[in-house]
């Protein structure tokens, strides 16, 4: 699939300006790797007069079923061999726009740090899209672009030349004419070519909505075809359509009376609808060892025997997590995280940063190596004792992440729960509960014997007697300033995921 963007210039204003908006050099043809294929950036004319910008995706039909997983065009159960046999290769499509504001995502904020003056300038624009899906048209084509200012050409393909009895097709050449700046030519593209194929490649999730009301900042709140374009966009999910028209609205009326959308939308006080509920134990447990890798600027984390996925959900909640790695030996734990994080309904930038993988963590495993961070929340005492050895080179010898979290409950805490008969532990498949000394005296050595330095911290209420149900351990590569949980031998160490202050009930044993 292909579009050319052209505009003219003069001597004082010359037209390879266009290289400084797109940040790609007209002298160079430069190629980038996307999710589905490979997109490729060049120039078949550059000169002060006329400067021609060219996109070019080349779409890899085998990554796309297979990162597809049944959505989109082609994805019913009884279109199997549509996954295969289909336009995607040749027509532009939400495919393109995605490549759009992947390989020119600066030119589309409207950012350009060489010449700051030519980001809100017009210029002169003529785009060219040989083959473009329309469904609804040439006469829809004309009834998105004309109201933003487009003159607009829109020519029906034919479907065969050599037969004109038979028609035209679907798909038309668009060529679009007038004086905008880039960005805005580029947003209007980037919302507008899916909503005229009417399809999108990937699951529509919730963040679309956030990033249609970007892209359609300061044309989408008066377009006459708003609804159609917020209901196509967001693939018919009525539910998010709703909320996208409810916000359009808000900045409709929150310009019109020439306030801020906030002061509009603040018919319900946070704080009375709020009420002093205990934070489960699990919770607190998931807030500490977040705060470790926030603290730590961990970015690319393994999370070891992550069970239903319920620590990977929430890492993928913050941007700050750019690759997430879920190990679990069981099968059928990984299939019911993956149902729990519906990845095969997850919007394309989300599913790009989470992978789950089978493995086992008493033996060395090549794909855990080179992450920041570790977590290994409550999972060393499923481990039988005579394999620890084996788990802790797995970890700290062999795969070596800058950071580690290990999280073990306190047995010393267990008087605590009135659920839980004397001498029990509190999980039937629990190999063994530390007491505080015995976890702080294990993760010492394992903390000597492979060059880390070690802090431990609480989780959960701190009683004066027997300690927190939870018992935190912090483990970074020595030689290097820690961020995290403080203290070298414990004495003095920061208080992590302490300060809830709740009691905790026999309930949340099994969390």
């Not at 027509?91 to 995502?105: D, G, Q, T």
């Not at 149902?339 to 086992?360: C, F, K, P």
């Amino acid at each position: 699939m292909f579009l050319t963007i052209t505009t003219t210039g003069s001597t004082d204003r010359p037209a390879t300006d266009l290289g400084f908006l797109l940040h790609k050099h007209p002298d160079k043809s430069q190629q980038f790797s996307t999710a589905h294929g490979t997109a490729h950036v060049f120039y078949p004319e550059a000169d002060a007069e006329r400067c021609t910008a060219a996109l070019l995706l080349e779409v890899d039909p085998i990554a796309l079923v297979r990162r597809s997983r049944g959505k989109g065009r082609g994805g019913a159960p009884d279109s199997a061999l549509g996954q295969y046999v289909n336009d995607r290769p040749y027509a532009a499509s939400s495919l393109l726009a995605v490549a759009l504001r992947s390989v020119l995502a600066s030119a589309m904020k409207g950012q350009c740090a060489a010449r700051p003056e030519l980001v809100g300038r017009a210029i002169p624009l003529r785009i060219e899209v040989p083959v473009l899906p329309a469904r609804g048209g040439a006469e829809l084509v004309r009834a998105l672009f004309e109201p933003l200012g487009w003159a607009v050409l829109a020519e029906p393909v034919p479907l065969d030349e050599t037969f004109p009895e038979w028609g035209d097709s679907r798909y038309v050449r668009l060529v679009l004419e007038g004086e905008r700046t880039l960005a805005e030519a580029l947003r209007h593209l980037y919302v507008l070519l899916p909503v005229l194929d009417d399809a999108k490649h990937y699951w529509v999730a919730s963040d679309e909505v956030d990033k249609l009301l970007r892209a359609g900042e300061g044309w989408l709140e008066d377009h006459p075809e708003q609804r159609l374009i917020v209901g196509r966009y967001l693939a018919r999910r009525w539910a998010l359509t709703r909320r996208a028209m409810e916000r359009l609205e808000l900045e409709r009326l929150a310009e019109s009376d020439d306030v801020a959308a906030e002061e509009l939308d603040n018919a319900v006080d946070e704080e009375a609808d709020t009420e002093d509920k205990p934070v489960p134990l699990a919770v607190q447990r998931r807030e500490a060892i977040l705060a470790v890798l926030r603290a730590e600027r961990a970015t690319r984390v393994l999370d070891l025997g992550c069970g239903q996925g319920q620590l990977v959900g929430e890492l993928l909640k913050e941007g700050q997590f750019t690759e997430i790695v879920g190990v679990d030996v069981s099968m059928r734990a990984l299939h019911e995280a993956r149902r729990r994080l519906r990845l095969d309904r997850m919007s394309e930038r989300q599913s790009e940063r989470v992978r789950l993988v089978q493995g086992s963590l008493a033996y060395t495993d090549s794909r855990l190596k080179g992450y920041d961070a570790a977590v290994l929340s409550e999972v060393v005492e499923h481990v039988d004792p005579a394999r620890l050895p084996a788990l802790e080179y797995a970890v700290f010898g062999a795969a070596r992440p800058r950071t580690v979290v290990v999280t073990t409950p306190n047995v010393e805490y267990n008087v605590r729960w009135e659920s839980l008969p004397a001498g029990h532990v509190r999980h039937a498949d629990h190999r063994f509960e530390w007491t505080r000394e015995e976890f702080r005296q294990w993760a010492r050595k394992v903390a000597e014997r492979h060059g880390y330095g070690v802090t431990f911290g609480p989780v959960g209420p701190d009683d004066p007697e027997v300690g927190p149900p939870t018992q935190l351990a912090h483990f970074r590569v020595r030689g290097e300033d820690s961020s995290g949980v403080k203290g070298e031998d414990g004495k003095g160490a920061d208080r992590v995921g302490a300060g809830h202050g709740v009691p905790v009930t026999g309930k949340e044993v099994a969390a």
